[in-house]
């Protein structure tokens, strides 16, 4: 699966800013889309993930820093994930990475991909 984002960029504290990521190419479903983000010297964590097969199908995860600020909704039939940051703080400043991983079958394990990565700096 190769994965696209866009949408990061500078913003000032308490502003927002909408991210977007489309996968393509892949030859299962994907049930995993997340963002993670990895900001200079820390490592890189799980900023919300949304899971849509088996039987955490349609799970949402928050990693606690950004409950109720940012919103992860995502569009199967494009296979396109979103994070909608509201509030932003300097802390959310980092590169902010996209992540898929498909179904797998019974011929292989599940495949995970990486997006490129969009940075997001939140700064006055």
């Known amino acids: 699966v190769q994965l696209q984002a866009s949408g990061g960029g500078l913003v000032q504290p308490g502003g927002s800013l909408r991210l977007t990521c489309a996968a393509s190419?892949?030859?299962?479903?994907?049930?995993?889309m997340a963002w993670y983000r990895q900001a200079p010297g820390k490592q890189r964590e799980l900023v919300a993930e949304?899971?849509?097969?088996?039987?955490?199908?349609?799970?949402?995860n928050y990693a606690d820093s950004v409950k109720g600020r940012f919103t992860i909704s995502r569009d199967n039939a494009k296979d396109t994930v979103y994070l909608q940051m509201n509030s932003l703080k300097a802390e959310d400043t980092a590169v902010y990475y996209c992540?898929?991983?498909?179904?797998?079958?019974?011929?292989?394990?599940?495949?995970?991909?990486w997006g490129q990565g969009t940075l997001v700096t939140v700064s006055s």
């Open positions: 949304t899971v849509s097969s088996g039987t955490l199908s349609g799970t949402v």
């Open positions: 190419g892949g030859d299962l479903p994907i049930n995993i």
């Open positions: 992540y898929a991983e498909d179904t797998g079958n019974y011929y292989r394990s599940p495949r995970i991909s």
